[in-house]
């Protein structure tokens, strides 16, 4: 996916007007959800500027925050808003910080392609799978009429901004979850869209970039918000339709490190060219005006 993304950006059109040789290290880490948009950028970036590293890892929002406010790296990407707590913590550190919206994104829920009997998920039928007080075990528990099959229920680790998010949409507060034998939790995308690819009886959830990358091995979930049954698409996230299951995406980068050359220059650089990429790695872009409004922002 990569080597598309920057063969088709690749076309000359990147900006970065800072004419001068930039060197240093630029350390990244948080989201794996925003992790292909950063990793594209600082390919695109690293190619102008030879000289400059920019290691990324995807320890999760959760994570990538623990090590931002620690002050071991300049940006941390986030797949939801920074927590009032972490907030606080940064307060009393001293860490002070832009948060910079980037992309929109949707939560897919998918189950495996063999799944006939599904054809919609309520917001009320995802707590019942997900829900702390959970007694669901088979899919005849989920809905009358359907299969008395056990579930096998697959989720983002707790470290993800991802689960954060869906806990919070789903089950009315971050972080709380079923968490029995039932439901396997994951710090790696990718193992999800292999257990729910290789289970007839599965369901899991993760962002929706990572569903068009894997969309041979996977059945897209239409949910039902009450108003309106609803499938993620670019569209339906970018006008909201797709409720409650669309979000703003992140990076959040420490003032003080802001100050070195090569960093102003990689933010500078993320926000002129997001509106074009975003699309070409699974997520919507926003309006231009939005990006010119970040980069005002951060000139000030």
């Known amino acids: 996916m990569l080597s598309t993304v ?20 630029i350390e990244i880490d948080g989201s794996s959800t925003v992790h292909p948009m950063t990793e594209a950028m600082a390919e695109e970036f690293g190619a102008e500027n030879k000289e400059v590293r920019v290691p990324i890892g995807t320890g999760g929002t959760g994570g990538g925050f623990k090590r931002f406010l620690a002050g071991e790296i300049a940006i941390v990407n986030a797949s939801r808003p920074i927590k009032d707590k972490e907030a606080e913590e940064a307060k009393a550190k001293g860490v002070e910080y832009h948060e910079v919206k980037v992309a929109y994104d949707g939560l897919a829920v998918v189950v495996n392609p063999d799944n006939d009997f599904i054809d919609k998920l309520t917001i009320e039928e995802l707590k019942k799978i997900y829900g702390p007080d959970s ?18 229920i697959y989720s983002p680790g707790t470290d993800h901004g991802t689960f954060d998010y869906f806990t919070e949409v789903i089950n009315g507060e971050a972080q709380v ?10 710090a790696d995308t990718n193992a999800i869209v292999q257990g729910v690819a290789g289970d007839k009886q599965s ?36 006008d909201n339709s797709y409720s409650p299951l669309s979000r703003p995406l992140f990076i959040y980068v420490n003032n003080k490190k802001l100050e070195s050359p090569e960093v102003k ?18 997520f919507v872009a926003l309006p231009e005006e939005e990006y010119q409004k970040e980069k005002d922002k951060l000139a000030q």
């Open 6 to 25: 920057l063969a088709a950006c690749g076309g000359g059109d990147k900006k970065n007007n800072d004419s001068s040789v930039l060197s240093g290290t």
């Open 135 to 152: 007694t669901v075990k088979t899919w005849a528990d989920v809905r009358a009429g359907w299969p008395a099959k056990e579930i096998k």
């Open 177 to 186: 979850s079923r968490n029995d034998s039932q439901i396997t939790f994951s």
């Open 203 to 238: 369901i899991g959830y993760f962002g929706f970039s990572f569903y068009e990358e894997n969309q041979d091995k996977l059945k897209l979930v239409p949910i039902d918000n009450g108003t309106a049954t609803v499938t993620p698409s670019p569209d339906t996230i970018k």
């Open 265 to 282: 220059a990689f933010v500078d650089f993320y926000l002129s060219n997001a509106g074009s990429l975003a699309s070409e790695v699974g």
